[in-house]
C-alpha cells in the first residue's frame, strides 16, 4: 500500500508565501502525474495543478503567475509554493499521485491540509 503526507498548510494573509508538500510512500516504482486539488467548503473538488514525470506542467487559470507546482521525484514527493494569496485560495488541498508501483498503477490522494487566507 502507497501512503501520501502532506504538510504545509496554515493560516497566511494575502501577499505572503505559503508552501505544501505531499511526500508517499510504500511500494513504489514510479510515480507518474502529482497534482494539487483544492475543495473549497460546500464544493466539488478541482485541480489547482499537475506536473508530469517529465516535468510538464499545468495550473488552473485562477492560480497562475502565482502557484508553482515542483517535484522530486527521487524523494516522491510533490510541493505547491503559493504566493499572493487571496481569500478566494482558502480551501482544503489535497495531493493526488498517479503510482506506479510493481505490478499495478493506480491513484492515490492526500489527507488535505487547510490553507486559510485571512483578510
Known amino acids: 500500500q502507497v501512503q501520501l503526507v502532506v504538510s504545509g498548510g496554515g493560516l497566511v494573509q494575502p501577499v505572503w508565501f505559503l508552501s505544501l508538500s505531499c511526500s508517499a510512500s510504500?511500494?513504489?516504482?514510479?510515480?507518474?502525474?502529482m497534482s494539487w486539488y483544492l475543495q473549497a467548503p460546500g464544493k466539488q473538488r478541482e485541480l489547482v495543478a499537475y506536473i508530469t514525470y517529465a516535468g510538464d506542467t499545468n495550473y488552473a487559470d485562477s492560480v497562475k503567475g502565482r502557484f508553482t507546482i515542483t517535484r522530486d521525484s527521487a524523494k516522491n514527493t510533490v510541493y505547491l509554493k503559493m504566493k499572493s494569496l487571496k481569500s478566494e485560495d482558502t480551501a482544503a488541498y489535497y495531493c493526488?499521485?498517479?503510482?506506479?508501483?510493481?505490478?499495478?498503477?493506480?491513484?492515490?490522494w492526500g489527507q488535505g491540509t487547510q490553507v486559510t487566507v485571512s483578510s
Open positions: 493526488n499521485f498517479d503510482v506506479r508501483e510493481l505490478w499495478s498503477r493506480k491513484i492515490y
Open positions: 510504500g511500494n513504489i516504482v514510479t510515480i507518474y502525474t
